[in-house]
């Protein structure tokens, strides 16, 4: 079954594959989002610039046109992550974070990108008892680093979204927009286009080498020589070895209903149309789609041995008939509504759930990965932070921590494999009994692999 964002008669048509030999100033690997920020930014800030961005399927086939459409202002996986592993920085990381979802925005208002962009904040909610004292401390967090939250109790909460399973709400005004992430993906395709950059897709980069002063990327049909080479292929197997350890792709699952009617909608509230999220280890993220549906995703998080990437994992039946049980408890007055959409899709994951970042081949290559989930608006920022690598430009950007630093990486097969059913095992469990993390999740917190999310 298709991805709903994919479900659209306004898809354009497949680009060409690249052949025969080409040069360029700057190539970006990627037609998901790091690699389009990365091609349109260079090209705004050089316009002469010659900018070439090669795509191993389509623009947005893969976690860029199946994500829930969430742009977070948030850098870090959230909160609560930010503040456990750079509370000293994090009031810098949440100011460039906001002014990077407000650079997305002018984006699309400069460049005419028709992708159902709603201002509409955020709502993590809470479905256990524990979850409530959780957001009253990152309510008092999120205020003291000036951020515009409000604290819901049970009753304001059933106010905005009428749930039997939400027992209060954390409400973030600014620091979420909805999106619809596959016409993000094209418009900045065409919009890079319209700056200059060539495009090709189904042209997957087999190799990439040294040569001479510059790099030359290799596909099945043509070769890439490049002064310098901005890597944005995320879940996919690194172009450079060094780097693979540090990500492991993880399946994810969503459900989008048929559109409902007038009277299903009042039934429900959520009249503001915030994203929504709870705060369950396996946690689920809903939101409501332009033409009224209902995008119910997550909970399940599915790792295959050797992080091997399939067609056949975009589709996993009993998590989708998981998914359907967890939407009608939380909705039961939505009985008897009908999906019409189902799919699944890797996300790149790393140890500290938020991007990191680097350069190889003497500063002439710069890679983003690791965004786990959290990737829409992140992405962009990540552009601007491979460029800057590359300029050898230090910038606010560049200075933090969280850029500097690399996360743990994961250990080879088979502990990986093990570590991974252990550690989603152990959460479950947490989730069952009232948060309480067990010794191997307070292992995993020492060491800094800190699976929470």
Same mark, same amino acid.
């Given at each position: 079954m298709t991805p709903y964002w994919l479900d659209d008669p306004d898809r354009p048509a497949t680009r060409a594959p690249l052949t025969g030999e080409l040069s360029c100033d700057l190539a970006v690997v990627g037609g998901g989002y790091s690699g389009l920020w990365t091609a349109l930014i260079a090209k705004e800030r050089s316009p002469g610039l010659d900018v070439v961005l090669v795509e191993g399927d389509r623009i947005g086939h893969a976690a860029s046109g199946r994500n829930g459409g969430f742009c977070s202002a948030s850098l870090t996986h959230g909160l609560g992550n930010g503040l456990r592993r750079w509370p000293d920085e994090l009031g810098e990381l949440e100011r460039l974070g906001a002014e990077n979802l407000a650079a997305i925005e002018a984006t699309l208002s400069r460049y005419d990108i028709d992708c159902h962009f709603e201002r509409t904040g955020g709502l993590d909610v809470a479905t256990a008892p524990h979850h409530v004292e959780l957001l009253r401390r990152h309510a008092a967090a999120a205020r003291g680093l000036g951020a515009d939250v409000d604290f819901l109790d049970a009753g304001a909460l059933r106010d905005e979204i009428d749930s039997p399973a939400f027992l209060a709400g954390l409400w973030d005004r600014d620091g979420t927009a909805l999106l619809h992430p596959a016409r993000l993906a094209w418009g900045l395709a065409a919009a890079a286009e319209r700056l200059g950059v060539r495009v090709f897709e189904a042209s997957r980069v087999t190799r990439l080498a040294r040569s001479g002063a510059g790099i030359a990327l290799h596909t099945a049909e043509g070769r890439l020589r490049a002064a310098k080479v901005a890597l944005g292929t995320n879940v996919f197997p690194s172009l450079l070895r060094r780097t693979r350890p540090y990500v492991v792709p993880v399946y994810d699952y969503a459900l989008v209903t048929e559109p409902l009617t007038e009277e299903q909608r009042a039934s429900i509230g959520w009249q503001r149309r915030q994203g929504l999220s709870d705060c369950g280890?396996?946690?689920? =993220?809903?939101?409501?789609?332009?033409?009224? +549906?209902? %995008?119910?995703?997550?909970?399940?998080?599915? =790792?295959?041995?050797?992080?091997?990437? +399939?067609?056949? =994992?975009?589709?996993?039946?009993?998590? =989708?008939?998981?998914?359907?049980?967890?939407?009608?408890?939380?909705?039961?007055?939505?009985?008897?509504?009908?999906?019409?959409? @189902?799919?699944?899709?890797?996300?790149?994951?790393?140890?500290?759930?938020?991007?990191?970042?680097?350069?190889?081949?003497?500063?002439?290559? @710069?890679?983003?990965?690791?965004?786990?989930?959290?990737?829409?608006?992140?992405?962009?920022?990540? @552009?601007?932070?491979?460029?800057? %690598?590359?300029?050898?430009?230090?910038?606010?950007?560049?200075?933090?921590?969280?850029?500097?630093?690399?996360?743990?990486?994961?250990?080879?097969?088979?502990?990986?494999?093990?570590?991974?059913?252990?550690?989603?095992? @152990?959460?479950?469990?947490?989730?069952?009994?009232?948060?309480?993390?067990?010794?191997? %999740?307070?292992?995993?917190?020492?060491?800094?692999?800190?699976?929470?999310?």
């Open positions: 280890n396996q946690f689920h =993220y809903f939101r409501q789609t332009r033409d009224n +549906r209902i %995008l119910w995703g997550g909970y399940d998080a599915v =790792y295959h041995f050797g992080g091997r990437l +399939r067609p056949s =994992y975009e589709h996993r039946q009993e998590t =989708y008939k998981r998914l359907a049980q967890h939407f009608f408890t939380t909705f039961p007055q939505l009985d008897g509504l009908r999906f019409t959409h @189902a799919w699944g899709g890797a996300i790149d994951t790393c140890t500290r759930f938020s991007a990191f970042f680097g350069t190889a081949h003497r500063g002439r290559v @710069a890679y983003a990965a690791g965004f786990t989930g959290l990737g829409v608006g992140a992405t962009r920022f990540g @552009a601007e932070v491979m460029l800057d %690598l590359l300029a050898g430009t230090e910038t606010a950007r560049t200075r933090t921590r969280m850029v500097r630093e690399h996360p743990l990486p994961f250990p080879p097969e088979p502990v990986r494999w093990a570590g991974v059913q252990l550690t989603r095992q @152990a959460m479950i469990s947490a989730d069952a009994n009232g948060g309480h993390r067990n010794l191997w %999740l307070r292992a995993m917190d020492r060491i800094g692999f800190g699976f929470d999310s």
